[in-house]
T-cell receptor, first 116, second 112 residues
């Protein structure tokens, strides 16, 4: 089955630094990738939709200058949390849509970010 | 705005018991509904996907039903096992969109 690889699985950083999270579709081409954030005991919330070769579409309330998304190829999207603060500590998950299988979304294993 | 509610928030059952997880959504104009499993600190595993035109899907011990008009879905797990312990998430996608709206999940514990 289709695999989405997300790295790193966890990261601890100091406040004010930037962190990059990668999401790769290993055996399929993903024209669209999604980034979600999940706080403890809360539901997954969509942050942004990333389309290959174009600018990401951000959900209301998500700062595009803080959460930089790049989807430069059909197999890679990156999320960079710039100038991270403790309130950015969360679980981030990406998903990718296989353009050969219409509705199916495949999820990465997630990244636990802790900002000290 | 679509809202997805899952009841109960947590459930503990003895091994071997059959159980039902509930999901409701406010806007019946959905494209599909999916059930996911999430293990602690891990990503999501898709369990079942039901198209809006379908009423149920089955995979092994899992059966998911969909009543779009009433905005409800259930996930039935037969003969539960300790390995089924996880958080189960329900998510719907709107018509013409692949974006998902998730519920908060039901945390299931199956006691050996």
């Amino acid at each position: 089955g289709a695999v989405v690889s997300q790295h790193p699985s966890w990261v601890i950083c100091k406040s004010g630094t930037s962190v990059k999270i990668e999401c790769r579709s290993l055996d399929f081409q993903a024209t669209t990738m999604f980034w979600y954030r999940q706080f403890p005991k809360q539901s997954l919330m969509l942050m942004a939709t990333s389309n290959e070769g174009s600018k990401a579409t951000y959900e209301q309330g998500v700062e595009k200058d803080k959460f930089l998304i790049n989807h430069a190829s059909l197999t890679l999207s990156t999320l960079t949390v710039t100038s991270a603060h403790p309130e950015d500590s969360s679980f981030y998950i990406c998903s990718a849509r296989d353009r050969g299988i219409n509705e199916k979304l495949f999820f990465g294993s997630g990244t636990q970010l802790s900002v000290l | 705005k679509q809202e997805v509610t899952q009841i109960p928030a947590a459930l503990s059952v003895p091994e071997g018991e059959n159980l039902v997880l509930n999901c409701s959504f406010t806007d019946s104009a959905i494209y599909n509904l999916q059930w996911f499993r999430q293990d602690p600190g891990k990503g999501l595993t898709s369990l079942l996907l039901i198209q809006s035109s379908q009423r149920e899907q089955t995979s092994g011990r899992l059966n998911a039903s969909l009543d779009k008009s009433s905005g409800r879905s259930t996930l039935y797990i037969a003969a539960s096992q300790p390995g089924d312990s996880a958080t189960y998430l329900c998510a719907v996608s709107g018509a013409g969109s692949y974006q998902l709206t998730f519920g908060k999940g039901t945390k299931l514990s199956v006691i050996p």
